[in-house]
Nanobody, 122 residues
């Protein structure tokens, strides 16, 4: 059973920084493609950052240069470092994983966390 647990959300002002963490359990995430998605209030879920099992990263245009996805020092931890946060970054952020697909759409990922809230005030 694969489980994903996100943490690190919170409230910051414009220009602030946050780091989200995803702690998978039940597998070695080195075998999986991982991603961060977000869902702003009243909008559809969208992809933010992607990390393949080969270490390749991809970012949505809206976060390029501000967000960084990486593996943490702690075993099996996926990080999302967010800098220069803007009000439009306000959303519930979800960690996602899949062993069979390395895509960028929600349907490419079979495992999801419960989400962590990020609120950026102006």
């Amino acid at each position: 059973q694969v489980e994903l647990l996100e943490s690190g959300g919170g409230s910051v002002q414009t220009g602030g920084s946050l780091t989200l963490s995803c702690a998978p359990s039940g597998y070695s995430y080195n075998d999986f493609c991982m991603a961060w998605f977000r869902q702003p209030p009243g909008k559809e879920r969208e992809g933010v950052a992607f990390l393949t099992n080969e270490g390749k990263t991809t970012y949505a245009d809206s976060v390029k240069g501000r967000f960084t996805v990486s593996r943490g020092n702690a075993k099996n931890t996926l990080l999302l470092q967010m800098e220069d946060l803007r009000p439009e970054d306000t959303a519930t952020y979800y960690c996602a994983a899949d062993i069979n697909h390395c895509g960028t759409e929600t349907w490419d990922f079979g495992y999801w966390g419960q989400g962590t809230q990020v609120t950026v005030s102006s």
